[in-house]
């Protein structure tokens, strides 16, 4: 009888020395022994499964699959703002003016469902339907007296804040979500081009050429280094020219014998060779009263 014609095959332990997954069929005696290539129906056959590498082609007998195995949930939320938002946009409530009661009642038939399979899951749910079930009841009691001219407080006015304040971030997120990413909606193309022989320079303008200039200055500035010169001075020479600007000339200021664009050094000795011209009795230094102007002038010699 061919091999597709039998039914109910039996699943039995495989030899230690034997691959595990060996089937054992009835009245065929030992598979180690039977013909593989009296079997092309078989393997022309789709595995349902591979058993360490072996193919499969009929579930066990004695497979059993717990009920809760897999679960499959058609509406997944992020958290209870998430549910409440759910179901007053599906029933169309106005978020401003809450029904409380119809919403109450279909928040805790989700949180009924979630608890029995999932209880730390639920213990977030739960929170905020004991803040639900608060909010009803607040809204059952008389309102609190408030000053004239002012309305009372709505006990449902923090959460429709919150309610709001959540739509706003989850539609920011959806159109963030949107937006093209990288290795998730399109992939960065990476082509190879084969470059020519001839090196290329880059071009260089104007402003990278001013720019390295001024770099270079700066560098200068840095390792510049201060000289300094040593002038000679005569003193006697300053005497000599000192005496020439006299001669001829009955009185000068004594301010007319310094020359300030020659320096300080040079004003200097011509000071000193005035001071030896006068030890010398060479010249007059003379002044008529004090905070008068000083003149200068050659010494008298008689005849």
């Given at each position: 009888?061919?091999?597709k014609s039998r039914k109910n095959p039996t699943f039995t332990r495989p030899h230690p020395n034997k691959p595990l997954a060996t089937?054992?069929?009835?009245?065929?005696g030992d598979p180690s022994t039977a013909d593989l290539a009296g079997m092309p129906e078989v393997i022309d056959q789709v595995a349902l499964a591979?058993?360490?590498?072996?193919?499969?082609?009929?579930?066990?007998?004695?497979l059993y699959i717990p009920p809760d195995a897999l679960e499959v949930f058609l509406e997944a939320f992020e958290g209870p703002l998430d549910l409440l938002l759910y179901l007053?946009?599906?029933?169309?409530?106005?978020?401003?003016?809450?029904?409380?009661?119809?919403?109450t009642r279909q928040y805790l038939t989700y949180v009924?469902?979630?608890?029995?399979?999932?209880?730390?899951?639920?213990a977030e749910y739960l929170l905020m339907a004991a803040m639900l079930i608060e909010i009803k009841s607040r809204m059952l009691l008389p309102p609190k007296k408030v000053a004239e001219g002012q309305e009372a407080e709505d006990p449902r006015a923090e959460l429709v804040r919150r309610?709001?304040?959540?739509e706003r971030i989850k539609l920011a997120a959806a159109r963030l979500n949107a937006v093209p990413?990288?290795?998730?909606?399109?992939?960065?193309?990476?082509?190879?081009?084969?470059?020519?022989?001839?090196?290329r320079f880059p071009e260089v303008n104007v402003a990278d050429l001013e720019q390295a200039w001024r770099d270079i200055l700066q560098r200068a500035k840095l390792v510049q280094h201060h000289k300094i010169t040593r002038e000679e001075l005569s003193?006697?020479?300053?005497?000599?020219?000192?005496?020439?600007k006299l001669q001829g000339r009955r009185f000068v200021e004594f301010e007319e014998l310094f020359d300030a664009g020659n320096g300080p050094s040079v004003l200097v000795v011509t000071f000193i060779a005035l001071l030896e011209l006068a030890k010398e009795t060479l010249i007059e230094i003379t002044q008529a009263e004090a905070f008068a102007p000083i003149y200068v002038r050659l010494a008298y010699s008689p005849a």
């Open positions: 009888m061919p091999l089937v054992a069929l009835d009245g065929l591979r058993l360490y590498g072996e193919p499969l082609f009929a579930l066990p007998q004695d007053i946009r599906k029933q169309n409530f106005n978020i401003l003016d809450i029904p409380m009661a119809g919403l009924e469902e979630i608890r029995g399979r999932n209880l730390e899951l639920a309610l709001l304040e959540y990413q990288l290795g998730r909606d399109f992939l960065t193309v990476q082509v190879y081009v084969e470059q020519s022989l001839q090196l003193v006697r020479e300053h005497m000599s020219l000192v005496l020439k």
